[in-house]
């Protein structure tokens, strides 16, 4: 176990890492190519069946070099066809990955924080408080994980054509190692997947929206759900640093350059507190210089939490008041929920590093 330890995972290392892993071996930087795609394409483990590289290179990779994966504490099935999957890391603590599959498509919802620190008033994630932040080896480890499960399991070759950083955490307050492993899920020699089908999702953290557009500027969904600074303060109480007019700032500035693109707002129907007439003419006056879209979410049930989901009459209303003011509208289908795999719902296992569990 000690030497396991000391081996370097070089899971979620960049291709520029890993050429210049292979750089102090004395090895052509073009067998970090070779390894890249052993490891994301072909999902290979052991060094050894690399065969095309060197018996001796081979040798010494598993001397010195390890591809450490988190393991599978559970799955869990949906009746609707999502499975969710807890993976317990190395110091113990467990996350949960979500796939939702669909005609045409498959998209994994991915954590990036071992719990979350900002105590949203709505989510099961915000009441278990907060452990730490992922490294990019445990971020990509979950594509990983389920790319090779869903093979396993009849979905094809390529089983996951979308990824969502709407799981556990907010990703932008883990900046680095989440850009890290978006990286890797948009290189050719790895998942090769496109930006338009790589979405961060976050509750609005501005410099970082802002750092994001020249970094890696993939999808990117907010987390709205109020139309004014006071309820949006209960909801996500980040706003209190970053108000709505700073983050819809942040946003436009995010979509220069691109005409074609479009923010996603996340709204969560509550019941009585965000869903009125009156709340969708104000949401239309915000989005009115924002190329947005808008996805209506409805609520999930969270054990302990005082809110209720929109009847369906309100949130239709309040749908089609937005669709008539122009601004692309989906009401977001919930999936998963009878295995608390929905979202808002996702919890894990961890050590609550913030005791928030104890302030319940």
């Known amino acids: 176990m000690a030497e396991d330890q000391q081996r370097l995972n070089i899971v979620g290392m960049e291709r520029e890492a890993m050429q210049g892993f292979f750089a102090t071996l004395g090895a052509p930087e073009f067998h970090a190519r070779q390894v890249l795609q052993w490891v994301y394409q072909r999902g290979v483990s052991d060094f050894s069946a ?17 591809i450490g994966l988190p393991d599978v504490v559970s799955e869990s099935s949906s009746a609707d066809g999502t499975r969710k999957w807890l993976l317990r890391l190395v110091d113990g ?30 989510c099961a994630t915000a009441r278990q408080g907060f452990n730490r932040n992922l490294d990019s080896s445990e971020i990509i480890s979950q594509l990983l994980i389920a790319k090779g499960l869903l093979q396993l399991s009849g979905h094809g ?10 799981g556990m955490g907010e990703p932008l307050l883990n900046y680095q190692a989440v850009i890290s492993a978006m990286r890797l899920m948009l290189d050719d020699l790895s998942f090769g ?8 999702s976050t509750a609005g953290v501005v410099p ?4 994001l557009s020249r970094d890696c500027p993939v999808s990117l969904a907010v987390s709205l759900h109020a139309t004014d600074d006071a309820l949006r ?3 996500v109480p980040l706003n209190r640093k970053y108000p709505i007019r700073q983050v819809l700032e942040a946003c436009k500035h995010y979509l220069l350059g691109d005409q074609r693109r479009r923010v996603t707002f996340e709204y969560v129907m509550l019941k009585g507190a965000n869903d009125s007439k009156d709340d969708a003419h104000r949401l239309c ?32 209303t309040f749908r ?41």
Do not use: H, Y
């Open 320 to 360: 089609d008041v937005l669709l008539s003011a122009g601004i692309m509208t989906v009401t977001r289908r919930t999936r998963g929920a009878d295995i608390e795999a929905a979202c808002g719902q996702l919890a894990g296992q961890f050590r609550d590093r913030t005791q928030r569990r104890a302030r319940l």
């Open 233 to 235: 303060d209960k909801l």
């Open 193 to 200: 997947l496109s930006r338009r089908r790589v979405t961060l």
């Open 50 to 66: 690399m065969t095309d590289l060197s018996k001796t290179l081979r040798v010494r990779l598993k001397e010195i070099a390890k």
């Open 157 to 166: 070759e390529r089983p996951i054509t979308n990824v969502v950083m709407m």
């Open 93 to 122: 603590n467990c996350i949960e990955t979500v796939f939702i599959p669909e005609e045409g498509r498959g998209t994994l919802c991915v954590s990036s924080q071992v719990g979350c620190a900002l105590n949203c008033s709505f």
């Open 208 to 211: 970082a929206i802002r750092r």
């Open 285 to 316: 006056g915000l989005l009115d210089d924002v190329r947005a879209k808008v996805n209506l979410i409805p609520f999930n049930p969270v054990p302990g939490v005082g809110w209720q989901a929109s009847e369906s009459g309100a949130l239709n």
